[in-house]
């Protein structure tokens, strides 16, 4: 079965950087794509970005130039990472992890606060 760890998430103050983490355990075929994406309150969820299994990368509008997406499948290691720097309140959201394999999968969530 497969299963993520999301982590990283907390409050910080605007201007201010954090790093999130997703560890993907259980799967027996090739994660295809990784990324991440956020849902605000009120709001529907969004994509932030994502990387391939090739490399390639993709970020939505508001965080190009801010935010990197990088994965690490070395010795079996299945973790994809988000270093946000210059974050805004705007940034505020729940930050959700989700790879493609054959399906794809969610992990739980986690909490970015971007406050005074």
């Known amino acids: 079965q497969v299963h993520l760890v999301e982590s990283g998430g907390g409050l910080v103050q605007p201007g201010g950087s954090l790093r999130l983490s997703c560890v993907v355990s259980?799967?027996?075929?090739?994660?295809?794509?990784m990324g991440w994406y956020r849902q605000a309150p009120g709001k529907e969820r969004e994509l932030v970005a994502t990387?391939?299994?090739?490399?390639?990368?993709?970020?939505a509008d508001s965080v190009k130039g801010r935010f990197t997406i990088s994965r690490d499948n070395a010795n079996a290691k299945n973790t994809v990472y988000l270093q946000m720097s210059s974050l805004k309140p705007e940034d505020t959201a729940v930050y959700y992890c989700?790879?493609?394999?054959?399906?794809?999968?969610w992990g739980q969530g986690t909490q970015v606060t971007v406050s005074s």
């Open positions: 990387v391939t299994n090739g490399g390639s990368t993709k970020y």
């Open positions: 989700k790879v493609i394999i054959i399906a794809s999968y």
């Open positions: 259980g799967n027996r075929f090739s994660i295809n794509a």
